[in-house]
């Protein structure tokens, strides 16, 4: 056998070992919540903590993955699916991980409503999708799972939604607003006697 042939001859053999990783190597997602229903209304200006979605690669190699609110196509001329609410009001923890194939990564999604938004039915996908680097560097998306979300924001006012704000922060940073306000306290107390200790040297 020549040396051409014998060269040849290594190039189709590594190809035949090599292919069939390339062609059957796969990414997938999955997600562990298939619908997220609120049965209690919320509030304009609140933030919500809603259940924890688990999102599972099911393929057999690693990837990175992102969460992301999707809508259904025409949702906006259905009276039956509700309102689309606005991506900025969602925050995801971690928003994007890496996850080896069999691997789950839990993630947390919490909703802050404006102080004032349009009443009625919301609905959106709370979506995960793996993303991928291609020749060109630029990222491609392709497969996607995503948990339905459903909830209802009750009717309410301005001032309404600064006190459902006000609320929501003092439930979730308690006590470390107290401790804030104890601390400019003291720093007006501090301020105050020194203040008042000037006045007293100054009159002597």
Request: charged share 15%; hydrophobic share 45%; aromatic share 14%.
């Amino acid at each position: 056998m020549s040396a051409k042939s014998a060269t040849k001859f290594l190039i189709l053999s590594a190809l035949v070992l090599v292919l069939p990783v390339v062609v059957f190597a796969k990414i997938g997602v999955g997600v562990g919540v298939g619908k997220i229903q609120v049965d209690e209304p919320f509030k304009s200006g609140g933030i919500y903590d809603l259940p924890v979605i688990t999102v599972l690669n099911t393929g057999d190699e690693p990837a990175e993955y992102q969460m992301s609110v999707q809508y259904l196509t025409g949702q906006e001329t259905r009276d039956d699916m509700g309102q689309r609410p606005d991506s900025e009001w969602f925050i995801f923890t971690p928003q994007s991980f890496p996850l080896e194939p069999g691997k789950v990564q839990t993630v947390k999604t919490t909703v802050t409503l404006p102080t004032k938004t349009i009443p009625g039915n919301y609905f959106a996908y709370l979506e995960a999708h793996p993303v991928k680097k291609s020749v060109a560097g630029q990222t491609s998306i392709g497969i996607a799972a995503a948990t339905k979300l459903w909830f209802t924001i009750a009717p309410s006012n301005f001032f309404q939604g600064l006190y459902y704000r006000f609320i929501s922060l003092y439930t979730r940073y308690h006590p470390w607003d107290t401790i804030v306000l104890a601390v400019i306290f003291v720093v007006a107390l501090l301020w105050f006697i020194s203040e008042k200790f000037k006045f007293q040297i100054a009159r002597k």
